[in-house]
């Protein structure tokens, strides 16, 4: 009587943990969790980044102020290498680059 | 105050050079102020006697505009051309980047003089047009440039 019922513990048992492994292996999207936490992972980088970005654009007028004056330091310098091209034109000096950080 | 050597009156007469500085105008303007805006019409020609003018045209900002330097007059250049080439509209705006003293021209006692002396008007219209050819020259240049500039980060 003791084998039988051994022997019947083992088998449930065993059929319970077969249950359980196959219902495991067969949850769905299983393979779709890495490239959703992926996304998830990656979104919330974009999302600091963006962040990051509207943070720099919070006082608008000090990155264009900047801007303006990189622009106006590039057309000084561009009219500046112009007219060196001018004093003595070929090709070498028409395309020498200026020591605006816009070429750079 | 010594006078600057003008562009406009090179290789003028200096009885000439007096009688068309004779129609000029002093005009003072502080630092910042707007000597005639974009469109405006063009009814005097400038010279620099000292001080610095910006020229600028707007640049489209995040929905505004921000005035972007185009040039500068130093000192002994002439400003607003246009006051003498028809259509007779400034095509930039002028503002003074620092305190600024000018001699104003104004075109219709210009081409009196001009009417009553040709060879004054032949020379200083001459003068014009080598001032304009010079600056044309250095906008030709500079716009190649950006195109090999633009060219060049393309294809980096």
Redesign the interface.
């Known amino acids: 009587m003791d084998v039988i019922l051994i022997s019947f513990s083992i088998c449930v048992l065993g059929v319970i943990v077969t249950v359980l492994l196959f219902s495991i292996a067969m949850r769905p999207g299983d393979e779709e969790v890495e490239p959703s936490a992926t996304r998830k992972l990656s979104a919330p980088s974009e999302g600091f980044f963006l962040e990051e970005v509207a943070d720099q654009t919070v006082g ?1 007028e000090a990155p ?1 102020n900047s ?2 004056l990189e ?2 330091r590039h ?2 310098m ?2 500046e ?3 060196v ?2 004093r003595g034109p070929n090709p070498e000096s ?2 020498a680059p200026s020591d605006s950080p ?2 750079h | 105050m010594a006078l600057p050597d003008w562009d406009l009156l090179e290789g003028i007469p200096e009885e000439d050079v007096n009688g068309v500085l004779a129609l000029a105008s002093p005009t003072n303007l502080s630092e910042g102020t707007v000597l005639f805006g974009l469109g405006d019409e063009a009814t005097d020609l400038f010279l620099v006697v000292s001080g610095k003018v910006s020229l600028t045209l707007p640049l489209r900002v995040g929905g505004g505009h921000q005035d972007a330097l185009v040039e500068e007059r130093l000192p002994g250049q002439i400003l607003g051309w246009s006051g003498l080439i028809p259509p007779h509209r400034y095509t930039l705006q002028a503002v003074a980047s620092e305190d600024t003293v000018l001699l104003g021209l104004p075109r219709t006692a210009l081409i009196e003089l001009f009417s009553a002396r040709p060879e004054v008007g032949y020379a200083v219209l001459t003068n014009v047009a080598k001032v304009i050819g010079q600056r044309l020259q250095v906008f030709q240049t500079m716009w190649i440039r950006e195109m090999q500039r633009v060219l060049e980060s393309r294809s980096a």
């Open positions: 608008p264009t801007l303006l622009l106006e057309v000084r561009e009219q290498a112009a007219k091209f001018l028409l395309h816009l070429w």
